[in-house]
């Protein structure tokens, strides 16, 4: 009778390692979570914005500056002096394709939204748009006024 000798490769089975694999999907989904969190829009800070009969819908701008109702400017969440808003502008790679909107509360003095804007001109900034609500009235937007009541 002769005996099967075992190799060591038959004694040995498959297994699938989990541990590597693991790793590598968690990899991915930080990874997925990273990117998505860079596409995601500088949403700004909250701020009453004047209302206006004549606003149009725009894509989000590449730099928001932000002028809350103490007259404070702010860029992503960072406060900023006008100089500093200068320097900011100009370290873009092409200022004069940047554009940018400015967001002036409705409480904030003018003098600061001027500030703002300019920064943006002395920095070669050429497209240069202002934030503003759409207004609640309907007639505002046709230019009408309302029908005066009827005199009796």
Do not use: W
Not at 5 to 17: H, I, L, T
Request: glycine share 6%; net charge negative; proline share 6%.
């Amino acid at each position: 009778m002769a005996s099967r000798r075992m190799s060591y490769f038959d004694a040995k089975r498959g297994r699938v390692e989990i541990i590597p694999m693991i790793d590598v999907m968690l990899f991915l989904l930080v990874f997925f979570i990273i990117v998505t969190l860079q596409m995601i829009p500088d949403a700004g800070v909250a701020l009453q914005l004047p209302s206006s009969a004549q606003t149009e819908h725009l894509e989000h701008a590449k730099i928001t500056v932000n002028v809350d109702k103490d007259g404070i400017m702010s860029v992503k969440g960072e406060t900023v002096t006008q100089a500093e808003l200068v320097g900011l502008l100009r370290g873009t790679p092409d200022a004069s394709q940047t554009q940018v909107t400015i967001a002036a509360s409705k409480d904030a003095a003018f003098q600061q939204f001027i500030h703002a804007l300019d920064a943006c001109r002395e920095a070669g900034v050429t497209d240069v748009g202002v934030a503003a609500q759409p207004s609640a009235d309907p007639d505002a937007k046709t230019g009408a006024s309302p029908a005066a009541p009827p005199a009796r």
